[in-house]
């Protein structure tokens, strides 16, 4: 990995890890950060799939409340930077380096959670700064302190990042090229494990009585093996204006009773 290489991956680790607080242009997620880590490390098709694997994962992680999810930016970054490592001079087979990549995610964005907690700590004197730069009517203090706080979530990413892309690339080859098949084959197995779980707790969030028939048809349809993304996009949007235009009929009085203005809720309710 070159010097330039090195300067865009720590750049784009810095502008994850403040997207982790600002969520305005999704630096931090898993599909944006390491596709934008394979482009500048000559990696794209890789860093997509790596990415694609690892968002299916993060899709179920969600801030409740004062319970923070496991940190996406870090995982991502770093996780990316291992597979490019692993990558470097093409001995390495591509599917166990993904493969390492996904299983390691999970602990990286655990420790990922500790460094935001300590930078969210580090930034409570920061506020009461705020505070007294406001009560002087010192806006420019203000501005510059909210940057720092915000600084802080960037460098906790940043670092890590640099430390990963200073170990040698032969030192995780060889590591990769060391690993038995059974550890290697356990690990894609767990990886693929570990998508399945994140798409599940979103199904778990969003699942309703009227909802399930839809994901019942988007599993068969799947299975379809002569429909492209593209087709089955295009029957999701059909089925979403059927839906939306049955339960707009329904509350103009268009459907048979009274009803609930949800047809689909209507007939699970009647069975």
Known sequence: MGGISIVLVVLVAFLAGMEGILDEFQFHQPLVA???IGIVTGHPTEGIILGGSLQMIALGW???GAAV???AALASVASAIIMVKGLGDGSAD???AISTSIALAVPLSVAGLFLTMLCRTI???MVHFMDAAAEKGDFRGVEIWQLLAIGLQGIRIAIPAAMLCLIPAEAVTTMLNSMPAWLSGGMAVGGGMVAA???AMVINMMATAEVWPFFVLGFVLACIGDLTLIALGAIGIALALIYI???????QGGGAGGGSGDPLGDILNDY
């Open 69 to 71: 999810a496991p940190d």
């Open 245 to 251: 235009g049955l339960k707009d009929l329904a509350k």
């Open 197 to 199: 779980v994140g798409y």
């Open 123 to 125: 930034a409570i004197p």
């Open 34 to 36: 390491c596709t934008l």
């Open 62 to 64: 969600a801030n409740v």
């Open 94 to 96: 591509v599917q166990t």
